[in-house]
């Protein structure tokens, strides 16, 4: 399941919106270790704080206290700059939609964060193809997202969200807007992608058979991540 090596680990994590009266506190005394290799379900109602720990573990958001460390670096207190850097290189992110930029072809999509991050056109290209090769989507990859299906768009998406080969990927719903048998086909790709590639992997869902098919899933109750089974 994994090697023993922690990629996210989130310390004593607190995270509070507003002040005074009006303050409403998300996340309370929050901890949570994942290793390489490793898939966690997330399993929560809406509105108890998956969207600010996805935020907060993937750098988006800083937590008021406590720390986040990503391969064993600490990270509340980094400068935004280096935030940036390390959330470019380390972290992949996989959305509810595809969010894949429209004017684009499947591949230039999964070019685009390559050559942000200073690989050259030429090589963006050849892993592009690598990764929509793994994701049996070679045939589609001069087509524009409005020309594939709900799952070849997922499945895109999740080939870029790991075009810089990142260890930890964050997804919040990612077969949610997709049709049972299609959730299932990306599921498959994604437990493929983890198990294969050592990822880490934190994964928001409601969908139960789902989650109980990864290593463990976790929950969100007044502010605190706990275990739980399904």
Not at 94 to 113: G, K, R
Not at 162 to 170: D, E, F, K, Y
């Amino acid at each position: 399941m994994n090697d023993n090596s922690s990629v996210l680990d989130i310390v004593d994590m607190e995270r509070t919106y507003g002040a005074g009266e009006h303050s409403l506190t998300v996340l309370k005394e929050a901890n949570l270790q994942i290793f390489a290799g490793e898939m966690v379900a997330l399993v929560a109602p809406s509105g108890t704080g998956k969207s600010t720990l996805l935020h907060s573990a993937g750098l988006l958001e800083r937590p008021d206290d406590g720390e986040v460390f990503i391969n064993g670096t600490p990270t509340r207190t980094m400068r935004d700059s280096d935030r940036t850097l390390l959330r470019r290189s380390s972290v992949g992110f996989v959305y509810q939609f595809h969010h894949l930029l429209p004017e684009f072809s499947a591949a230039e999509n999964l070019m685009v964060p390559q050559m942000v991050a200073g690989i050259s056109k030429s090589l963006a290209r050849e892993r592009a193809i690598e990764l929509l090769s793994y994701m049996r989507l070679e045939h589609r990859a001069e087509h524009r997202p409005s020309e594939l299906s709900g799952g070849e768009q997922q499945r895109v998406a999740i080939a870029r969200a790991v075009a810089n080969t990142p260890s930890l990927l964050l997804a919040d719903e990612p077969t949610g807007n997709l049709d049972p048998e299609t959730s299932d086909h990306v599921f498959a790709m994604l437990y493929k992608l983890v198990r294969e590639t050592g990822l880490a992997a934190l994964i928001a869902t409601h969908n139960h058979d789902l989650a109980r098919q990864m290593d463990r899933a976790v929950t969100l109750e007044g502010g605190k991540i706990s275990n739980i089974r399904l």
